[in-house]
């Protein structure tokens, strides 16, 4: 852990960093792009979702939703992350001790492993239950935990300005 705490007080000190942080205007421009990404991820990921759910969307497949969806998740994804990494590099030395950036990492985390786990089982088998009003209960257990964490990753996101 001290490696890593040198390593977050290294970034902290580079001349990218530094700029980012002095800036009167690089900050919130990377922030307000940072958070027009995750909007598209949480925007395109809930609308799956609620679908996975049954609570919009019935008659349109799934696998529909998820071809047409699918790009724009990725690319606020990348957006997300991109622009996610500057903002740490920005404040790595502070960041490394916030409870709610260790939370939002361990949420990230989390709903990379529920996406991945949804992908390699229930939606393999899309074909039999696509039109499906009911999905499977995999599924929708999928999609509540994507909703949760996804909400979770938000609201720590922001705490992360208000816990030194």
């Known amino acids: 852990m001290l490696k890593l705490l ?3 007080q290294w970034i902290y000190q580079t001349p990218l960093s530094v700029s980012i942080r002095e800036s009167t205007w690089t900050f919130p421009i990377i922030e307000t792009i940072h958070t027009l990404g995750i909007v598209l991820v949480a925007g395109t990921i809930a609308i799956f979702d609620v679908r ?3 609570l919009l969307l019935k008659r349109t ?3 529909h939703i998820a071809r047409n969806v699918l790009p724009l998740t990725w690319t606020g994804f990348g957006v997300m992350f ?3 990494l500057l903002l740490f590099i920005s404040e790595s030395a502070t960041n490394y001790f916030n409870f ?3 939370i939002k990492l ?3 985390l989390l709903v990379g492993l529920n ?3 949804f992908h390699l089982t229930v939606y393999r088998r899309v074909e039999s239950w696509d039109l499906a009003e009911v999905t499977p209960l995999h599924a929708r257990a999928a999609a509540t935990c994507s909703l949760l964490l996804w909400t979770g990753i938000i609201i720590s996101g922001r705490m ?3 816990l030194h």
């Open 115 to 117: 996406t991945l786990l």
């Open 61 to 63: 497949r799934v696998s």
């Open 100 to 102: 709610a950036f260790r």
């Open 106 to 108: 361990l949420l990230l």
């Open 6 to 8: 040198h390593f977050c």
């Open 160 to 162: 992360i300005a208000y």
């Open 82 to 84: 991109v622009t996610g």
């Open 52 to 54: 996975l759910l049954g």
